[in-house]
């Protein structure tokens, strides 16, 4: 199985803060990297597809880069509703295998 | 709109099976997979298996062998996750989930239901 390893597991950060997740895969799966945001009680929702493609209605201020083994994932200006835990999930095999999350917190 | 409505929550005993259905709506629904994916509380979700609505192929983690079946009911749009010889540590919250792609697939989960808790104890 692919192992895919997320980084800090939380983070506090202030309104308007850049904030920053990283994403390591225990092998290469080129660009077949995607990124969740998941609020408490709710499903995960889809914010950007194949490492940097961003899924309709999403804002512009998340930005997902990498790939090979490394992958980052940020939000370029921190909202209040971006509270929320965000994973990675590999989509390059089978079984489908996610990160550990990284929940995000206002400061 | 696309939707996914899942059926209830289910408490079960351990050693017990449990259905959860999965009806979608508002999309063609034999052009796309849907995938299971469970959530223990506080975890990481972990996938356990998906099936093509257009042919009925499915894929099953190898994480929970013979344990979990997915089939379909394509003339109610409804797909359903069966697990059985259930046990404390399968409770957990179990999504259905949309494939982002139509009629080829991309394991990126586009949709996905509201979710179903199941609870398992004594």
């Known amino acids: 199985d692919i192992q895919v390893t997320q980084a800090p597991s939380s983070l506090s950060a202030s309104v308007g803060d850049r904030v920053t997740v990283t994403c390591q895969a225990s092998q290469d799966i080129s660009n077949y990297l995607n990124w969740y945001q998941q609020k408490p009680g709710k499903p995960p929702k889809l ?26 994932f940020t939000i370029t ?4 509703e971006d ?3 965000y994973f990675c999930q590999q989509c390059d095999d089978l079984p489908l295998t ?3 999350g990284t929940k995000v917190e206002i400061k | 709109q696309v939707q996914l409505v899942q059926s209830g929550a289910e408490l079960k005993k351990p050693g017990a099976s449990v259905r959860i259905s999965c009806k979608a709506s508002g999309y063609t629904f034999a052009s796309h997979l849907i995938h299971w994916v469970r959530q223990a509380p ?3 979700p972990e996938w356990l298996g998906w099936i093509d609505a ?4 499915t894929k099953y983690s190898q994480n929970m062998p013979g344990r979990v079946t997915i089939d379909l009911d394509s003339g109610a749009s409804t797909v359903y996750l069966d697990l059985s010889s259930l046990r404390s540590e399968d409770t957990a919250m179990f ?23 199941v609870a398992v104890s004594s």
């Open chain 1, 47 to 72: 914010l950007i597809y194949t490492a940097s493609t961003l899924e309709a209605g999403v804002p512009s201020r998340f930005i997902g880069s990498g790939s090979g083994t490394d992958f980052t």
């Open chain 2, 54 to 57: 257009g042919d009925g192929e």
């Open chain 1, 77 to 80: 200006s921190l909202q209040p």
């Open chain 1, 83 to 85: 509270v929320a835990t």
């Open chain 2, 95 to 117: 999504f259905c989930a949309r494939d982002r792609a139509s009629k080829w697939k991309s394991f990126s989960l586009d949709y996905w239901g509201q979710g179903t808790l």
């Open chain 1, 98 to 100: 996610f990160g550990g």
């Open chain 2, 42 to 44: 506080g975890q990481r």
